[in-house]
């Protein structure tokens, strides 16, 4: 029996011995998962940090991209304003000096007339080669896309719903209308 104690005594420190292996193995294993996931864990965070660093890079080189925009948008309105402008600084120079030179007798103010009508022209002729055109409205029938009815008036002469009067001549360039003539119209 001593034998046999033994063996069973054997047998028992075997199995600590195999189970205490086992969980020195479970350990070793478990720590080993544990810095891998440590590592992983590490490589993620790096790559999170690296990502919203980018996110963060786009977002301020977009709002500089839309500042330039604007910038420009800006500039090149202003750079047409003054090309319009241009334009029509010649007419200015011709109504300044007409008016410095306002005729003292009714002969003189005939050729007066005759240039500052030359002006008009001049200003209607910018006008035109920029793309503005004068609405047809004098005599026309009224069309709310084109006129504007200020009044509506008796006018035997006239069929209704034609314009008798012009006050303010409209606008447009292309489709675009950039001005509707004001008009009185027939009842």
Known sequence: MTKNKQKTSNQGYQEETNSD???EDSLTSLTAEI???KEALETAQRKEL???EALQRERADFKNYMKRIDRERESNAQEYKIKILKNYLPVLDD???????????????QKWIEGVDLILRKFETINK???????DAEN???DPIYHEAISMEDAPDVPSGTIIDVLKNGYKIGD?????????VAK
């Open 50 to 52: 690296e990502n919203l």
């Open 21 to 23: 292996t086992i969980r």
């Open 140 to 142: 026309a029938l009224f």
């Open 95 to 109: 109504m300044q000096l007409a008016m410095r030179n306002q005729p003292a007798t009714f002969e003189e103010g």
């Open 176 to 184: 675009r209308i950039i001005r509707h003539a004001m008009v009185r």
């Open 35 to 37: 810095e891998q996931l």
């Open 129 to 135: 080669n920029e793309g503005l055109e004068q609405i």
